[in-house]
């Protein structure tokens, strides 16, 4: 360990902040590229794609796919990208040949701090792959970020048996990584943590604290909620104005999601003497039980319909990702928001404000731990003394 090591911990999220901020419009550079390499790699695609193997255009093809690759690689790193090609091909030369064209964005990794550590990421991930259940730009985009830190920030030599320490990945994830949140946070430490198993088996791996969950959503205030409903009922289109009904009432009345919602069928609609059922179907098929208030929106919707038909846009013959968001994109004006999201944390927090057991609340809400309430519970009203008291003191059977 170097004297860098010593440095406190704020110290030294402070220099990689400011280091990363100076560096931000630093542009790389693409070096040339073996262009034997890539003839060859063409040429064992002949059987599915007719190329031109002159020397011009495998020079050509070179430097696209080249180009191509850190292209994928950068935006991926930003949010948008596709897959990284060929990294994610099963052809071994085709993911040596993605992780030798890896370079991290500039703006995560300045390219004279890459040209330090590129070839000792490249060949730890090389080397872990085929032991690690993720895929080569998963472990690149980690590995290379984690490397960095460790080297330009703490100073540690790019020594296996250095770097990929236990106690050094927890600090790295503990810090804050910009513009990562703390689950993400926790995917990548688990990432570097198996790499560390398969690379330095000798470290010890101790216990981690969790990192907590993603906060949730706020929920909607009495005056914006009025007006949600406001712009459902009061849309021009007689159909239109119905659907945002459906759909607002089953986020706020039932807590569905909005995939729930479009997959909604009449034949889910259960009416009853003791109120309106909903059969959800789904990723968490379960039962849930509509508020009164919005119970005769799911009566009239399912009245007079076939069985099969869907509740939410009538007509339609399947349910996509986009269902309900085209919708909502398509029908709510400027100025407004209408978030499903925040519709379904309305009813958590109102529903865990109430007397009902968190047991029965989970399982209305189809979820098995105690988190997917847990992040809402800032949002639910603190009770007033005497009745918190007064509650903690009652018994719901006597206990001598």
């Known amino acids: 360990m170097t004297s860098a090591r010593q440095h406190s911990l704020s110290a030294r999220h402070n220099g990689a902040t400011a280091d990363n901020t100076s560096r931000a419009d630093a542009t790389r550079t693409t070096s040339g590229t073996d262009t034997d390499a890539v003839r060859r790699s063409l040429a064992t695609r002949e059987g599915v794609t007719r190329v031109d193997l002159s020397p011009m255009a495998a020079s050509r093809t070179a430097a696209s796919t080249c180009t191509s690759a850190t292209t994928h690689v950068a935006s991926k790193t930003s949010g948008v990208g596709v897959f990284l090609h060929p990294g994610d091909s099963d052809s071994r030369s085709d993911v040596n040949d993605a992780i030798n064209a890896y370079t991290p964005s500039p703006r995560r990794v300045a390219e004279e701090d890459w040209a330090r550590t590129a070839a ?230 109102n529903r865990a404000s109430t007397d009902l057991p968190i047991k029965g609340l989970m399982e209305a809400m189809g979820v098995q731990d105690f988190s997917a309430i847990a992040r809402f519970l800032k949002y639910v009203p603190d009770l007033d003394p005497a009745d918190l008291r007064a509650r903690l003191r009652a018994e719901s059977k006597p206990i001598k």
């Not at 909607?220 to 659907?243: C, F, K, P, T």
């Not at 009853?272 to 179907?281: F, M, N, Y």
């Not at 398509?330 to 499903?340: A, D, E, F, H, R």
């Open 120 to 349: 000792f990421v490249r060949e730890a991930v090389r080397d872990a792959l085929p032991r690690t259940r993720y895929s080569a730009r998963n472990l690149l985009a980690t590995v290379s970020l984690y490397v960095d830190w460790c080297n330009r920030v703490c100073g540690e030599d790019l020594d296996r048996e250095v770097i990929f320490q236990p106690s050094l990945i927890a600090e790295w994830a503990d810090l804050g990584i910009e513009g990562v949140t703390k689950s993400t946070a926790g995917n990548y430490r688990s990432r570097l943590l198996r790499v560390m198993e398969v690379l330095n088996p000798g470290a010890a791996r101790p216990r981690m604290v969790a990192l907590p969950p993603s906060a949730g959503v706020a929920p909607y205030s009495d005056d914006e909620l009025h007006q949600i409903w406001v712009w459902a009922y009061g849309m021009a289109n007689a159909r239109n104005s119905r659907d945002a009904v459906i759909l607002v009432g089953g986020c706020v009345g039932a807590g569905l999601t909005a995939r729930e919602v479009a997959d909604l069928r009449v034949r889910d609609v259960e009416i009853g003497d003791k109120g309106v059922v909903l059969h959800v179907s789904g990723a968490r098929p379960r039962l849930t039980t509509l508020l009164r208030s919005v119970e005769e929106i799911f009566v009239d919707a399912a009245t007079g319909l076939d069985p099969d038909a869907f509740v939410f846009r009538t007509g339609r013959t399947r349910t996509t990702k986009n269902t309900t968001s085209l919708f909502i994109h398509k029908y709510v004006p400027n100025g407004l928001t209408v978030s499903t999201q925040r519709l379904r944390a309305t009813w958590i927090v």
